[in-house]
């Protein structure tokens, strides 16, 4: 279960080891949802972007991820952070829940280039490019095409990404950023919490084409349970996240599809509504037919392929 904006909560005074009403996300969510783990971001809304504002945005992303890691070591007998797949595998050996970290926003390294090494070397296993709104790296899909997909400074961005290994996330992004981040990319993309736009036309959701494209260059687009990404005229429940899964596997195969809850960030629909609820998810692929084998590659082994990379 990849993607969620738990941290969004830490200034209500959130607790992540009981089962705190506030959030979608905690140890006994997890545990009743077995949920082996999630990666949580430090989302950045996007502000301005003179040198005041970039250098708060950066100081901002290095406090929620302080914070995220200070949650976790409240429980270090049942949760640890895991910065590579392999940390994730050796955590479930010994019993523990995983969290991984990552950026939502390329806002948070402003215009320093050196900040993508430094957040990968604590532990961000990926950046989302954009959010709501064009930033200094690429236009996003509710932005003003600023600079007609990835700037030059994107360009870098890009590569330096792929040299820390860090993965290149497009949710969130203009399509024309979508494909240039492609070209850019030596590296599999991917598409964090995105769904589809053949079911459901909304400019943050992916065309067949972009999943055609998405698929051919090795990436990962991980359906997401928000209910306006996954029908129009709203009261999206389990069935359609399902049926936007089956699309997405229909077009892209399915060794190119997840899931990305989006939970704590308006994620999360009836059926699916939190953590705890998402053996449900499996059930349904159970009953749909999907294999075992399928069923590991959807919960998070494509994802996780594309890190390993």
Same mark, same amino acid.
């Given at each position: 279960?990849?993607?969620?904006?738990?941290?969004?909560?830490?200034?209500?005074?959130?607790?992540?080891?009981?089962?705190?009403?506030?959030?979608?996300?905690?140890?006994?969510?997890?545990?009743?949802?077995?949920?082996?783990?999630?990666?949580?971001?430090?989302?950045?809304?996007?502000?301005?972007?003179?040198?005041?504002?970039?250098?708060?945005?950066?100081?901002?992303?290095?406090?929620?991820?302080?914070?995220?890691?200070?949650?976790?070591?409240?429980?270090?007998?049942?949760?640890?952070?895991?910065?590579?797949?392999?940390?994730?595998?050796?955590?479930?050996?010994?019993?523990?829940?995983?969290?991984?970290?990552?950026?939502?926003?390329?806002?948070?390294?402003?215009?320093?280039?050196?900040?993508?090494?430094?957040?990968?070397?604590?532990?961000?296993?990926?950046?989302?490019?954009?959010?709501?709104?064009?930033?200094?790296?690429?236009?996003?899909?509710?932005?003003?095409?600023?600079?007609?997909?990835?700037?030059?400074?994107?360009?870098?961005?890009?590569?330096?990404?792929?040299?820390?290994?860090?993965?290149?996330?497009?949710?969130?992004?203009?399509?024309?950023?979508?494909?240039?981040?492609?070209?850019?990319?030596?590296?599999?993309?991917?598409?964090?919490?995105?769904?589809?736009?053949?079911?459901?036309?909304?400019?943050?959701?992916?065309?067949?084409?972009?999943?055609?494209?998405?698929?051919?260059?090795?990436? *990962?687009?991980?359906? #997401?349970?928000? =209910? !306006?990404?996954?029908?129009?005229? +709203?009261? /999206? $429940?389990?069935?359609?996240? %399902? @049926?936007?899964?089956?699309?997405?596997?229909?077009?892209?195969?399915?060794?190119? *599809?997840?899931?990305? #809850?989006?939970? =704590? !960030?308006?994620?999360?629909?009836? +059926?699916? /509504? $939190?953590?705890?609820?998402? %053996? @449900?998810?499996?059930?349904?692929?159970?009953?749909?037919?999907?294999?075992?084998?399928?069923?590991?590659?959807?919960?998070?082994?494509?994802?996780?392929?594309?890190?390993?990379?």
């Amino acid at each position: 279960g990849r993607h969620c904006d738990t941290p969004m909560f830490f200034d209500q005074g959130i607790n992540f080891q009981s089962r705190d009403p506030k959030i979608l996300v905690d140890l006994h969510k997890m545990t009743e949802g077995h949920l082996d783990a999630s990666i949580m971001v430090a989302y950045l809304k996007q502000e301005g972007r003179d040198d005041a504002s970039l250098l708060a945005a950066t100081k901002k992303a290095d406090r929620i991820l302080d914070e995220i890691e200070e949650m976790v070591a409240k429980s270090p007998d049942f949760i640890a952070i895991a910065k590579t797949p392999d940390d994730l595998y050796h955590n479930k050996r010994e019993g523990r829940k995983s969290i991984m970290l990552g950026i939502e926003n390329g806002y948070a390294i402003g215009k320093g280039l050196s900040n993508v090494e430094r957040f990968r070397r604590r532990g961000v296993v990926y950046m989302t490019l954009c959010h709501n709104g064009d930033n200094d790296v690429c236009d996003s899909a509710k932005g003003n095409t600023e600079h007609g997909g990835v700037s030059q400074f994107g360009e870098k961005v890009i590569q330096e990404m792929n040299r820390v290994g860090m993965m290149v996330d497009l949710s969130h992004a203009s399509e024309k950023s979508f494909y240039d981040a492609i070209d850019i990319s030596s590296m599999p993309i991917v598409c964090s919490h995105s769904s589809s736009r053949a079911l459901c036309d909304h400019p943050r959701d992916l065309t067949d084409d972009q999943l055609r494209r998405l698929a051919q260059s090795g990436g *990962v687009a991980q359906v #997401t349970f928000y =209910d !306006g990404f996954l029908r129009k005229e +709203g009261g /999206a $429940s389990i069935v359609d996240a %399902i @049926n936007h899964l089956n699309h997405m596997v229909d077009v892209m195969g399915v060794e190119h *599809v997840g899931i990305g #809850t989006d939970f =704590d !960030g308006d994620g999360g629909v009836p +059926g699916v /509504a $939190s953590a705890s609820e998402l %053996i @449900n998810f499996t059930r349904r692929l159970l009953a749909e037919r999907y294999s075992k084998h399928d069923i590991e590659l959807i919960w998070g082994s494509n994802f996780l392929r594309v890190m390993r990379q």
